[in-house]
């Protein structure tokens, strides 16, 4: 099951395990003047090639987006294996430029429409186990970006929510991971050069998010930036603990000065190694 599948990354993700034999449910909203829908010509090509693949054109910000979703793909293939939690929105303005609707509907989409999508597939993958999930994060929601402040703070919320799902499926065999994608796309496009949207393709994600989904895959928790055929893992991290410095400058720069190396698999674990060094 692969949401915003109806262009760029989605219809990528949707492509290749379509290609692979792989049954796909294909979700992308309908948009007003369409004589056919996204999702419809995907499944078009998915099954023009030899697969098997259904549409859905719920909205992921509609609550019951994920209901119906779950439903089609029992319905249609009789299990679901993986869910890909893709369809998401970008905004171009400053935050000091924006009103709270305008921040509330980037986040509704981005992060609220991937929860619509997951929780009922996250209940049903824990009852029958071994599944999994990849949620389409950011960069930007590991290191923010100017102009982009909705879009950076729902995109963290989906590594958060990567990371507490990654830690609760771990009981149930289903597994989450995170990609951060860097693609020539739609939302893209504009601000990239000509000859760099031809070496980040939207084609080059698909292998990994593939990967991820499979069953030869074990990793979960992780945070894989891919693009052009390249792939890094990211994560964060936690510096030295250092006693209060007494509001003393030198004793700050240490702190600032100190990389953090020491990554933590929740914030329990961190907690519990932070108080550690309280005396």
Excluded at 3 to 18: D, L, M, Y
Excluded at 35 to 62: F, K, L, T
Excluded at 165 to 182: D, F, H, M, T
Excluded at 216 to 228: K, L, N, P, T
């Amino acid at each position: 099951m692969i949401t915003g599948a109806g262009k760029g990354i989605g219809t990528a993700c949707a492509r290749h395990p379509g290609a692979l034999g792989a049954q796909v449910v294909v979700n992308n909203r309908r948009h007003g003047g369409e004589r056919e829908s996204s999702a419809d010509r995907v499944v078009e090509e998915i099954v023009a090639n030899g697969g098997r693949a259904v549409a859905d054109y719920g909205p992921v910000e509609n609550a019951d987006t994920g209901n119906g979703l779950l439903a089609l793909a029992l319905e249609t293939f009789g299990r679901l294996d993986c869910v890909v939690a893709n369809a998401g929105i970008a905004e171009n303005a400053r935050f000091y430029n924006q009103s709270p609707e305008d921040f509330r509907r980037v986040v509704e989409i981005n992060l609220f429409g991937a929860v619509n999508a997951l929780l009922p597939a996250f209940r049903n993958m824990c009852d029958v186990e071994r599944r999994s999930i990849v949620i389409s994060a950011s960069t930007a929601g590991l290191f923010g970006e100017f102009g982009l402040p909705a879009y950076s703070a729902s995109k963290a919320g989906l590594i958060g929510l990567m990371h507490s799902l990654s830690l609760e499926g771990a009981r149930k065999n289903v597994r989450a991971n995170a990609i951060a994608p860097y693609a020539a796309t739609q939302m893209t496009n504009q601000q990239l050069p000509d000859r760099v949207g031809e070496r980040i393709a939207a084609r080059h994600v698909a292998p990994v998010v593939g990967w991820l989904a499979g069953d030869d895959c074990d990793a979960s928790g992780e945070i894989i930036v891919c693009g052009g055929g390249k792939v890094q893992r990211a994560r964060a991290m936690a510096g030295r603990t250092w006693a209060v410095p007494d509001a003393q400058p030198s004793g700050w720069d240490r702190v600032l000065a100190d990389a953090p190396t020491r990554p933590f698999s929740g914030a329990m674990q961190h907690f519990e190694e932070f108080l550690s060094e309280i005396d």
